[in-house]
C-alpha cells in the first residue's frame, strides 16, 4: 500500500525531468565542487540579510534577545556563507552537516582561517597591559562543527539535541532525485529525531509552493488537510519572502553591483522564496 502511494506521488511531480534530476545526485555535487571554482563561496536562493528578521526570532528567546546558545543544525550547508554569518551574530553552536566529504574539509579549513584571522586582528589592536610589554592573549572562541552526514541517516548521538535545523535548498535537491518520495520520507524522520521534543523547530526555505511540499513536510500518509504532522510530530506553517532583485552571491561592497529592475510580469506575491516551519511538540 505505502509503494503504491509513492507510485501515485511520483507520477505527480515528474516535471523538471532529467535537467533537475541531476541536483538530486550525489556524484552531481562531488563533480560541482571538484570542479574549478567550485568551493567558493555560494548560497541559494537567499543570504542571512534576507533571512534575518525571519530566522533571528527563532535562535533567540523572546525574553532575552541576547540569548546566544541555541543549538543550531545547518542540514545540506555546501559552501554557504549562512553558517558563518550567523555566528558572527555571537552564535557558536552550529553544527554544518553536508553529505561531500570534501566540501566539508574546504568550509572547515575556511572557517579555521577566518579565526586564525580575527584572532590575529584582535590580539593587534588589543591594548598591552601598563605593567606588562605583551597584550594578554585573546579567548578564543569555540568553533563551529562541520561533519560529513547525510541528511536520511544523522547520528544517532544527536537524538533530542538541536534546537533549530536550517536546510536552504536541500529538500529541493532530494525532492530532484530518484526514489524521492522514500528519501524525503527518511529525511523528515532524521530531522524529527534530532530536534528537541516540544520546542525543536525545522525551517526549510524553498523554490516551490506549498501544494507541492506541504505533502512532503507532513507525511505523505497523511490524506487529511491538518497542518499537524501526525507522522513527525510537529506542527507545519508557510510563509514567503521576495525574491531579491539582486544576485545573492555579488560581493556586498562592490561598486559595480547589479540591481534588477521588476519587469512588467513581476508579481511580488508570486516571485517569493517559500519558508516552510515545523515546530515539534
Known amino acids: 500500500k505505502a509503494s503504491s502511494r509513492f507510485r501515485a506521488l511520483a507520477s505527480k511531480s515528474r516535471a523538471g525531468g532529467a535537467a ?11 563533480a560541482r565542487y571538484g570542479a574549478e571554482g567550485g568551493m567558493e563561496a ?7 540579510e534576507q533571512l534575518r528578521d525571519t530566522l533571528l526570532p527563532l535562535l533567540s528567546r523572546e525574553d532575552d534577545p541576547e540569548f546566544r546558545a541555541t543549538e543550531l543544525l545547518l542540514l545540506g550547508c555546501g559552501t554557504s556563507t549562512l553558517g558563518e554569518q550567523i555566528y558572527g551574530e555571537g552564535f557558536m553552536n552550529i553544527t554544518n552537516v553536508d553529505r561531500c566529504e570534501e566540501v566539508i574539509a574546504a568550509m572547515q579549513e575556511r572557517h579555521q582561517a577566518q579565526l586564525d584571522g580575527s584572532a590575529a586582528a584582535g590580539a ?7 605593567k606588562s610589554a605583551t597584550p ?15 541528511a536520511t541517516s544523522l547520528p544517532q548521538d544527536w537524538a ?3 534546537d533549530v535545523v536550517v536546510d536552504k535548498a536541500m529538500l529541493d535537491a532530494v525532492a530532484c532525485g530518484e526514489a524521492k518520495w522514500q528519501t524525503v520520507e527518511a529525511v523528515m524522520h532524521s530531522v524529527s529525531r534530532v530536534l528537541k521534543p516540544g520546542s525543536g523547530v ?4 524553498s523554490h516551490a509552493g506549498p501544494e507541492v511540499r506541504k505533502k512532503m513536510l507532513v507525511g505523505p ?19 514567503a519572502v521576495p525574491r531579491p532583485l539582486s544576485n545573492p552571491n555579488a560581493d556586498p561592497k562592490a561598486k559595480d ?4 529592475v521588476p519587469s512588467a510580469l513581476y508579481s511580488a506575491e508570486k516571485d517569493v522564496y517559500h519558508i516552510y516551519t515545523c515546530r515539534k511538540r
Open 42 to 48: 555560494f548560497d541559494w536562493y537567499l543570504r542571512w
Open 160 to 162: 533530542g539535541r538541536f
Open 202 to 205: 525545522y525551517m526549510s526555505i
Open 20 to 30: 533537475a534530476a541531476r541536483y538530486g545526485s550525489a556524484e552531481y555535487w562531488r
Open 257 to 260: 553591483k547589479v540591481e534588477l
Open 124 to 130: 593587534k589592536g588589543k591594548k598591552p597591559d601598563k
Open 221 to 239: 500518509h497523511q490524506d487529511d488537510e491538518s497542518d499537524y504532522s501526525s507522522e513527525y510530530g510537529w506542527d507545519f506553517s508557510h510563509g
Open 136 to 150: 594578554e592573549p585573546t579567548e578564543p572562541k569555540v568553533p563551529m562543527a562541520f561533519v560529513a552526514a547525510d
